[in-house]
């Protein structure tokens, strides 16, 4: 490893965030040597977490007395964030029948990875390293399950019959209310149908709606849902209530109908024969299941990683300690800053750790021709690199056979990565989702030509990170950021969906580049699920021999 990947992979670390999902860990270890001749160990795990370079523990398994594979019950929940480097340690002890103490315990060796490892594998498996780094013949495998959320959707369908007439002159204009309980006794409206006129046994509209704001996830949470004839000046005449739960609306979900007396509390007290204010019915409950970014990670989906690299005159001469491109042998530039925060995270989520780079507005050797989309590595039939150590490497040896010039032109680049998105969109399978990060110094000048490319871009599984590097004026470059309105072609065809995020790297030049990462990537995992629940591509369950791949320590 470089010294100036080290020192740029060294300054990651843990910054809180919205949790995209939690996930449940698994541990099992395989062939644990004996220490004692005369008993098998008695092993038991220790789950650790970095934060700002630190190891703390975080859980622990159960200790499992004379085995040299055990399967641990203990279960470890970890909330996962996608935009963010979670390294985990685990170590194995062996503690003794006569105390349960960690540090009286053998230490029989450790394994380090990312909860990117791990979720993007389903389970991984590593060997477990001793003192001195010395590879073990046991190993350790961790297998990494999303917990279920509420996130999942349900689709209501209510009609009701014989309602109370609340008008002289016309008939009662109802509408619905779904409240649900809080565990403090509040009410919180979930849903409010639209006003059927006139009608005294209306059909409502179809709706949908989350298990988590119908009610929490909890089946069997009260529901209390109330009947109201519409009024214009807003003072609704109450018609009656009812409560429910989701386990009782469950019954409707296979064409069956269930069904509520609504009631008048006061009716019912002072009407001797009172039965009922109508009745409320429940067409139909269709649970609706939202794939989760996690879902498409763990059936198999690849994240394909490229950079691209701004080789423009206006980063100066890259010999001179002024130049944004200037290598110090130990202080990373702006460009690898930005390269290996958003890399680091990138490359947990491709399999074989080959990225494609690509640099622009130079001239290359050896007919020195500007060239918009040329491979950092000249070798453009292959241009990927070995990991980002790999792409790191490239772009150091580039820099002094190149002659920085002009002009900014990124189009060609996004066109050439969205060729091969566009190959991956025919196979109709959720394999492959790509990622291109351009880091550019300056305001480009094919913004006519990235507008359109951009839009065409955002029919594909495709998103694309610009980060400005340097001092420039970028405020014209916030238009390719579809969160201020959506971005249009020169022809005036709408993105399809918001796949740019840019950023100026200046914005968190005094902070760790992990913040960059976090800000840049936070957006991918929605756009991930957005693309393929748009086009209805599930995402796959992959199979034992998929899912489980042995990785070299």
């Known amino acids: 490893m470089s010294n100036i990947y080290e020192s740029a992979a060294n300054t990651l670390g843990l910054f809180n965030s919205?949790?995209?999902?939690?996930?449940?860990?698994?541990?099992?270890?395989?062939?644990?040597?004996?220490?004692?001749?005369?008993?098998?160990p008695d092993p038991c795990v220790l789950i650790k977490m970095q934060s700002h370079g630190q190891w703390l523990e975080v859980d622990r398994t159960e200790v499992i007395r004379s085995s040299i594979s055990p399967t641990f019950s203990k279960v470890f929940t970890v909330d996962f964030y996608f935009e963010e480097v979670q390294r985990l340690r685990y170590e194995l002890y062996d503690i003794s029948s006569n105390h349960n103490g960690i540090k009286e315990a053998d230490f029989l060796g450790a394994m380090e990875c990312t909860l990117g490892q791990i979720v993007s594998q389903r389970k991984l498996t590593k060997p477990l390293l001793k003192q001195g780094s010395t590879v073990s013949k046991s190993f350790i495998m961790v297998t990494a399950e999303e917990l279920t959320g509420n996130d999942d959707y349900v689709e209501l369908s209510f009609s009701a019959r014989k309602l109370d007439d609340k008008d002289f002159f016309s008939k009662s204009d109802p509408f619905l209310e779904i409240f649900r309980m809080n565990d403090d006794d509040t009410l919180q409206l979930v849903h409010r149908t639209e006003t059927v006129m006139n009608n005294l046994n209306p059909v409502w509209k179809t709706f949908k709606t989350s298990l988590n704001s119908l009610c929490s996830g909890d089946h069997d949470r009260p529901l209390k849902c109330t009947v109201w004839d519409w009024d214009s000046n807003g003072k609704h005449d109450y018609i009656g209530e009812y409560q429910a739960t989701f386990k009782e609306m469950r019954g409707a979900m296979d064409g069956r109908q269930v069904q509520w007396e609504c009631i008048n509390p006061k009716y019912q007290i002072k009407k001797k024969n009172y039965k009922n204010s109508g009745i409320v019915i429940l067409n139909q409950c269709k649970i609706i299941k939202m794939h989760s970014f996690l879902d498409y990670i763990m059936g198999g989906c690849q994240i394909q990683f490229t950079v691209a690299i701004d080789f423009t005159a206006s980063n100066g001469d890259p010999h001179n300690s002024c130049s944004l491109h200037y290598i110090h042998p130990y202080q990373p530039n702006e460009y690898l800053k930005a390269l290996v925060a958003v890399g680091e995270i990138c490359q947990d989520y491709d399999s074989d750790k080959m990225f494609p780079a690509f640099g622009f507005g130079a001239q290359i050797p050896p007919d020195f021709k500007v060239s918009h989309d040329f491979a950092v590595n000249f070798n453009e039939e292959n241009p990927e690199c070995a990991g980002i150590q790999g792409v790191v490497e490239a772009y150091q040896t580039c820099l002094p056979k190149l002659q920085l010039y002009g002009p900014t032109n990124i189009a060609p680049i996004i066109q050439k990565v969205a060729s091969s998105a566009s190959q991956e969109m025919h196979t109709k399978e959720a394999m492959q989702y790509f990622i291109l990060l351009i880091l550019t110094d300056g305001v480009i000048t094919d913004m006519a030509d990235t507008r359109e490319a951009i839009v065409q871009a955002s029919h594909l599984p495709m998103s694309i990170i610009i980060v400005g590097v340097g001092s420039a004026d970028f405020s014209?470059?916030?238009?390719?950021?579809?969160d201020d309105g959506i971005l249009r072609s020169p022809k005036g065809e709408p993105c399809l969906r918001d796949i740019v995020q840019f950023v100026p790297f200046r914005n968190f030049k005094h902070g760790s580049p992990a913040e960059l990462a976090k800000t840049v990537l936070a957006e991918v995992p929605n756009q991930v699920v957005d693309y393929y629940n748009n086009k209805g591509i599930k995402p796959k369950v992959p199979s034992e021999f998929e899912s489980s791949r042995t990785f070299a320590p």
């Open 18 to 40: 919205l949790c995209l999902a939690k996930v449940e860990l698994r541990v099992t270890c395989k062939g644990i040597s004996d220490r004692d001749a005369l008993s098998k």
């Open 476 to 482: 014209d470059m916030q238009m390719l950021d579809g």
